[in-house]
């Protein structure tokens, strides 16, 4: 059973109120310095706003600890998700491999950056790396551990108010999967010209043979005159989910895994399920959900359809929570566009906008999937050339959008990848290069000379300066104010002008307002009529470094390049 946790609500409102009145300004976790959010020197810093003699206090062992943000973590399936390839996170038995209880070792890890949601890819058995490719829909794989340590894994999430949701595979499972074995050999059995008996093997109605080669995507049974379906590769045999016994089997392997404490499914490839018939796909995942609803009241679904924001706008109408937004993501994705510069804050601001209006047509419900990059693409750190403001900036906006953001493990240390090959891409987490506890072997079939630019994470975790705490930074702020990821966005037209934008967040009775600047120098804002005139500075990202200034003053906001002010 999931535990449920009611809102949590650790507002620190007299260390904030104490904060404020005595002008410290920046307001930061855990007594940390805030990454980027450099002292200024400027006496006329208005309350909230950090100043060269505070930042001093604030750093004097004798002070007392600087206050930390509000912590609002409310228990719906708004989260922010860190995603893990199972396999090169962390080992917890020295074979090499990384598996479920090397992962349940590094829970306070993922909360301690400010995540409160976990995506598992495969971890069904299956006979590839990777596990894209399913020989048992009813058990983890071997490798990464038993069905014993998932309900430990999710056990200990629940405790941290994490959820865990796992990858179902279910457009296709593995060549080998016993169906499939069993349709392939009574199909070679078969005289030739025999139509097959269902009745004795129905497992042949579970995948979509013929005996025509339909097109590109049919492969040879070999040893018959048959052919099968698979869209990805041969060793990927499509699912006839049309078939209603492969649809029962399905809801069975929802029980299983709800059953073991599991919080939601992503859809892998559900555009793909029928390849011909976005409208059938659209009334599958609908069913599927409402199943898994029925088993679960609060069962989440994030579903992966790689298609422009006009077809995942259609996708939305199956009423299920969550797509991810491929029109943020990849290198040319608009995040890393404008984490770089080359795409200005206000585009930015309106593409945010039109996601809330066309997704939010279709599904009022809706919440919205942003990731920068997946387990499928080269990482953000190659797309910017490990530019360390770009890496920022575009996290910072990451975390600055609605709905549920994805983080891929490793992109708050500024991993990178190398090439095409996936392997490449799913390569060990950097805990440390001193402390070779947990630490994975990179999957075989990656390259061997991969050598990362940035510092691993326990290095960077003291560093206040470093990608992971900016990232921690971004998030605290996140989790102190809902109305980020829930908050109905209205743009600031008359501010709002190639690199400079200025939102309003409104959820619940609150809002906040948040200004962007993504070019390279400073500018000030006038934001008298945007805001309530006592509004004071909320939260910082500055991701050019230390030599910046920030000042309110009337309203009048100066911003440096390459940051993001939240504003309350
Ligand atoms: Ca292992
Ligand atoms: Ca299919």
Redesign the pocket.
Known sequence: MKKKLTVVNRIVALGLAACLLAGCGNIRPSGEAAPGAAPTDNAEAAPGVASADNAETATDATAPPAPTLPVNIIDDNYRNYYEIFPGSFADSNGDGCGDLAGIESKLDYITDLGCNGIWLTPIMEAPSYHKYDTTDYYSVDPAFGTNDDFRSLADACHEKGIRLIIDLVI??SSNEHPWFKEACDYLRSLPEGEEPDLSVCPYVAYY?FSREKIDGTYCDVPGSDWYY?A?FYYTQP??N?SNQAVAEELKKVADHWIDLGCDGFRMD?AM????SSSTYNIEFLHDYYEYCLSRDPDFYMVSEVWAPEKTIAEYYASATPSFFNFDAADAEGKLIKAGRGTLGADKFVRACLEYQETFGAANPDYIDAPFITNHDMGRVANAVMSDPVALKMTAGLLLSMNGSPFIYYGEEIGMKSKGKPDENKRLHMNWSVTDTTGICKDPEGADKDIEQNFAPADEQMKDPDSLYSYYKEALAIRNAYPEIARGEIEIAEGLTDGNIAVITKTWNGESITIVYNNGDDAAEVDLSGVMDADATVAGVLCAAGSDTNISLHNSALTIPGKCIIYLK
């Open positions: 457009n296709h979509l379906e869209v499509d699912l989910l490839a793909h399920y029928d390849d």
